[in-house]
């Protein structure tokens, strides 16, 4: 199982760089170590290299730092403003920055802190009610050197935040008691001050300019204070700050303390007990305004995976993402259509192949089983010959022998038909008289239609022929001589089989 | 409704980006599914094909183990001794045949001759797989005298080759003549061997 990872917290300013290790217990956070190189830095670069060796000296990688920055640019302002979405408050924080502060492209982070809440009339709890706003600035070029050098160093950047806004956490982890206060922590750049009112931050006051080296006195500090007291009783109506929250080296505490109660008739009491100096302190209030859930941080943390795809599903970008998603899932669908059909094209070219060689192999089986099947459809088709004739001749046999006496045929024709054949007989009945000439045609028409392989019998000639027209030797000259023509169909099969 | 070029123009510069990959991923949607149906309709005709070629090997499996070689005394069933057509060049050697077994049912004055197809309808075929067998484009028609039951006899006695399509009787002097129209079985392809 590996180590827990180390915390630290900075604090940077040009009169000297501090490193506080800290960690975590129930209480909140416990200082273990506390660092500082007082050299001057003439630049944030320098700054940031006397920090990272203060860490590489520690032995701290794969850690986690919070930093507060005094100076270097860095500015800190409060603006009430309406509760509004980031892109609405963005654009107006940013021109406040650029007004106030002259700053061409600054580099802007905004908190919201309490609704604003007039001493007189108590807020209203909308969501229209004014908000006081952090703003913490910086040139881009500050920000772009914190990320290019503390970048690739197996350190986590927690948060980079400006020094007012950590005094205002440590004031809040103080438990932001409604009692007006004032929290003084004398950095060597100067006094910062701060007061607090119903728990809220009213007034931050920035040290005053004072000569590169010089550090302020106890009564320089003392006068910022009064100054800084009388400005908050005239503002907000007669407050007098009753405590006092105090950071200051050790050899200054308590003269600065006693000074404090006699002047401001206030309780002092130390404003974070767990660090030896007013940076340290500092510092650890980066560490808890880094931990806060909206902190003020300049730093320009990579954009989580989350809050990039936000960003890519929104808008036009959202309508060009599901454009691709739909794209994307075609795709896939349509690999795997076509790795189906090779899949399948694959598997029918080795069934093919497959079935060729098994026909190939069954080829000499193949020609004796259809040397059989001719041979068993060539005698079937001469037994259905043979038995077509043999219909053929019965019936024409049996026509004939069914000539009643006075009847005789002149001509027979058969021709075949797809159904079977048909059939024409011409000839002549003869008798004593008309009646037996008739009766004669009647008896065979009879005997005709009675056979069952005879169908559709139609007697299509009927007449009496003059005189002339017979030569027959075989009749008597004053028999009754009747022409008939008689058609019929034979069917083909043999129904008696 | 008139359209705003200028504002156009600008959302076309500032929506570039998304322009060009939203319409490159409409393309290759479109394309995507072009291909994907493609894909899958030819997949389904290989699928259809790949079934179908499994029925053929099912089969030919089927018909090897039902096979059986031919015993001895079916030798003859695979030779091409059940003669049911003929060939042009044989022609007149059916008409021999025929005209002796006219004469040998009875019948006299025999005369044989080749004619045109007569319009009576054709007679049955047989259906074999290796040749084709049609009907020939001429017939052999058959004059004769003698009586029905020496026709008949013919009639029945012909060669399988030839088949009756118009039989007509007439009285006549000295008896009856009849006249037979045979169409004739001619093999059309050759046996095809393999």
Redesign the interface.
């Known amino acids: 199982m590996s180590a827990a990872r180390r915390a630290f917290g900075a604090f940077l300013a040009h009169d000297g760089v501090c490193l506080v290790e800290y960690q975590r217990d129930r209480m909140g956070a416990r200082v273990v170590g506390q660092w500082a190189d007082a050299g001057r830095s003439a630049s944030l670069d320098e700054a940031i290299e006397r920090l990272v060796r203060l860490l590489a000296a520690r032995g701290a990688k794969n850690g986690r730092l919070a930093i507060a920055i005094e100076q270097f640019g860095v500015q800190h302002h409060v603006m009430m403003l309406p509760d509004a979405p980031n892109e609405i408050l963005e654009p107006i924080v940013r021109r406040e920055v650029q007004r106030a502060f002259g700053l061409a492209d600054p580099a802007v982070a905004f908190t919201r802190g309490r609704v604003a809440q007039p001493r007189s009339t108590p807020a209203s709890g909308t969501k229209a009610d004014p908000r006081q706003t952090f703003i913490a600035a910086a040139p881009r070029s500050a920000v772009d050197t914190l990320r290019m050098r503390l970048a690739g160093r197996g350190i986590e950047i927690e948060a980079v935040t400006v020094v007012p806004k950590a005094i205002h956490s440590l004031y809040e982890a103080t438990g932001a008691a409604l009692e007006p206060t004032a929290v003084l922590v004398c950095l060597e750049g100067g006094p910062h001050l701060a007061f607090f009112l119903d728990g809220r931050l009213e007034l931050a006051v920035d040290p005053p300019i004072a000569l590169e080296g010089e550090r302020a006195s106890v009564s320089m500090v003392l006068d910022q204070v009064e100054r800084g007291a009388v400005y908050f009783r005239q503002q907000f109506r007669g407050a007098v700050a009753t405590r006092v929250l105090l950071a200051a080296r050790p050899d200054e505490y308590d003269a600065l303390a006693s000074a404090l109660e006699q002047r401001l008739a206030a309780r002092v009491k130390p404003l974070f007990a767990g660090a030896a100096s007013p940076e340290g302190v500092v510092a650890m209030g980066a560490v808890i305004e880094a931990h806060h859930s909206a902190p003020l941080d300049l730093f320009p943390h990579p954009a989580s995976l989350e809050s990039r795809v936000r960003a890519a599903l929104r808008g036009p970008n959202g309508v060009v993402a599901a454009m691709a998603s739909m794209a994307a899932a075609a795709g896939i669908w349509a690999a795997v259509q076509v790795s189906g059909f090779a899949s399948a094209h694959m598997s029918a070219d080795r069934a093919r192949v497959a079935a060729r060689m098994s026909i190939s192999a069954t080829a000499p089986m193949r020609l004796v089983a259809e040397r059989r099947v001719d041979a068993v459809r060539k005698i079937e088709f001469v037994e259905n010959s043979e038995r077509e004739r043999a219909v053929l001749s019965r019936s024409l046999r049996e026509v004939a022998a069914r000539v009643p006496d006075g009847v005789r045929f002149d001509s027979l024709r058969v021709s075949r038909t797809t159904a079977g054949w048909v059939a024409g007989i011409s000839g002549q009945a003869s008798g004593a008289t008309a009646a037996q000439a008739v009766g004669g045609i009647d008896s065979f028409y009879r005997a005709i239609r009675a056979r069952q392989e005879v169908s559709q019998v139609t007697l299509d000639q009927f007449e009496y022929p003059t005189s002339t027209s017979l030569a027959d030797s075989t009749r008597h000259a004053a028999d009754v001589v009747i022409q008939f023509h008689l058609s019929f169909n034979l069917e083909g099969r043999d129904d008696d089989r | 409704m008139t359209i705003d070029r200028a504002r156009v123009s600008l959302l076309m510069r500032t929506?570039r980006t998304?322009i060009l990959?939203?319409s490159?991923?409409?393309i290759?949607?479109v394309g995507?599914?072009g291909?994907?149906?493609t894909?899958?309709r030819?997949?389904t005709a290989?699928?259809v094909?790949?079934a179908r070629?499994?029925s053929?090997?099912s089969e030919?499996?089927n018909?090897?183990a039902a096979?059986r070689?031919?015993r001895a005394d079916?030798a003859w069933?695979?030779s091409d001794t059940?003669a049911?057509s003929t060939t042009r060049d044989l022609r007149v050697s059916l008409a021999e045949e025929v005209a002796a077994r006219a004469e040998r049912a009875g019948l006299a004055s025999v005369r044989v001759r080749f004619t045109q197809p007569d319009s009576?309808?054709?007679?049955?075929?047989?259906?074999?797989?290796?040749?084709s067998i049609a009907v020939a484009n001429y017939t052999i028609t058959v004059d004769a005298a003698g009586s029905?039951?020496a026709v008949?006899?013919l009639?029945?006695q012909?060669p399988?080759s030839v088949?009756?399509?118009?039989?007509?009787?007439?009285?006549a002097k000295n008896g009856a003549e009849y006249h037979l129209v045979l169409a004739v079985l001619e093999s059309a392809g050759l046996e095809q061997?393999?």
């Open positions: 929506y998304q990959v939203g490159a991923s409409a290759a949607f995507f599914i291909l994907g149906i894909a899958r030819r997949a290989a699928s094909e790949l070629l499994a053929i090997r030919v499996s018909f090897r096979f070689a031919s079916e069933l695979l059940t049911v009576a309808a054709e007679p049955p075929r047989p259906d074999l797989i290796r040749s029905l039951g008949l006899l009639v029945n012909l399988s088949a009756v399509q118009r039989l007509t009787a007439t009285r061997h393999g």
